[in-house]
């Protein structure tokens, strides 16, 4: 009990000095210019392969509502060469799916590891011309005030 009051008393005027700024790293990054310009770089790069899956999507459904209102009066074979028709229709969209968001992934993953030493240099030197001990990610943050929200800053600095 007596250690905590020391640690709370001597923590008390470290705290008072603390420094701290707040960004919301994911905005700053995904706002900035070339985020912005990456981001139309990649719909532009797959728009293609996203309106093929769309279009199967629209094949299969178009598939299963077939089935569902003329099931009934199809023979067993002619709505088992359907069903079939269309679980393959499915397959392929879920494996073209799955790949159209693997490559969008690595591609961001490309681009966040590429602007990562631009975004650690703008965060180091708004810690050093703000004389600041901590930059906390906004997400690890319950509550600051608005002007310890430094994520403006770091948008304009990724910008200039």
Excluded: C, H, Y
Excluded at 30 to 53: H, M, N, Y
Excluded at 102 to 110: D, G, I, K, L, W
């Amino acid at each position: 009990m007596i250690g905590l009051l020391v640690l709370l008393t001597l923590s008390a005027p470290l705290a008072a000095e603390l420094k701290v700024g707040v960004i919301d790293l994911r905005r700053a990054v995904f706002t900035s210019d070339d985020a912005q310009s990456f981001t139309e770089s990649l719909q532009s790069q797959f728009k293609g392969e996203e309106e093929s899956i769309r279009k199967l999507q629209q094949e299969a459904s178009a598939m299963r509502d077939r089935l569902e209102s003329d099931g009934a009066m199809m023979n067993e074979s002619e709505r088992n060469k359907a069903a079939r028709e269309f679980e393959g229709k499915v397959r392929e969209f879920n494996q073209r799916r799955q790949q159209l968001d693997q490559a969008v992934s690595e591609q961001r993953a490309q681009f966040l590891q590429k602007a990562q030493p631009e975004i650690d240099a703008a965060l180091e030197n708004i810690l050093k011309e703000r004389e600041l001990d901590l930059i906390l990610p906004r997400e690890a943050v319950v509550f600051a005030k608005p002007e310890l929200d430094l994520t403006d800053e770091l948008i304009k600095r990724l910008n200039d």
